[in-house]
């Protein structure tokens, strides 16, 4: 191959690397699709669940346009799509992420809720461990004990309650099976503890006819 060949093969083989302003960027703008596209299909895949695809589409948006002027909901969409599929320890993952990004965003007050309700959709029933529901506890508490959380700290609170009653209801749970099985003592303990822990839930007098009925036993 002559010097002039190799010259030519070296341009040729630049400017397929680099590409020529004129044409190249130019053809790549055409196959990009814009933001604002992108987060109205994840919207739609979202309203379809398919939550999957969903998650897909955002993710792009979020890597290809992080200066997106609603990249915060983007963000915030993705940790919904998990919640919604039952992904609930990736939707906690990403709500915190949310809220570690944007800890003043107008919507911080519905993450925070959301982290509460990730962990309370995982409570089956009184036979599950008390730490999940701890867990929800504490992050509802979070939302209602802090200023200016409006509608999400009022559900929030509401929902705290309804965690402490299902700790309570634990307790007469208990209370019942230790009287079933002669142990007085452990069953006169569940009892007292949701007058003492978990009073005002509507399981007060329950409990105290527990005791009543176990007195002298």
Not at 211 to 216: E, S, T, V
Request: aromatic share 10%; net charge positive; charged share 30%.
């Amino acid at each position: 191959m002559t010097s002039v060949a190799r010259l030519l093969l070296v341009i040729l083989l630049i400017t397929l690397t680099f590409g020529c302003p004129s044409w190249w960027t130019s053809d790549v703008k055409e196959k990009t699709v814009p933001p604002e596209e992108l987060f109205s299909q994840g919207k739609d895949k979202i309203k379809e669940k398919k939550y999957d695809e969903a998650i897909n589409i955002l993710e792009r948006l979020k890597s290809a346009y992080p200066e997106f002027k609603q990249i915060p909901e983007v963000y915030l969409a993705i940790a919904d799509s998990f919640y919604d599929e039952g992904s609930y320890d990736r939707a906690i993952a990403r709500y915190l992420q949310f809220l570690e990004l944007y800890p003043a965003h107008k919507d911080a007050p519905r993450a925070k809720y959301q982290i509460g309700m990730s962990y309370f959709s995982q409570i089956k029933n009184t036979d599950l461990d008390n730490s999940v529901v701890k867990q929800a506890i504490r992050a509802f508490k979070a939302v209602s004990e802090a200023q200016d959380t409006g509608e999400w700290g009022k559900k929030a609170e509401e929902k705290s309650r309804e965690c402490q009653r299902k700790l309570a209801e634990k307790e007469l749970y208990k209370a019942r099976s230790y009287i079933s099985l002669g142990n007085y003592k452990a069953a006169r303990i569940s009892a007292q503890r949701v007058i003492d822990e978990f009073s005002k839930l509507g399981l007060d007098e329950e409990a105290k006819q527990i005791l009543a009925n176990i007195k002298n036993k």
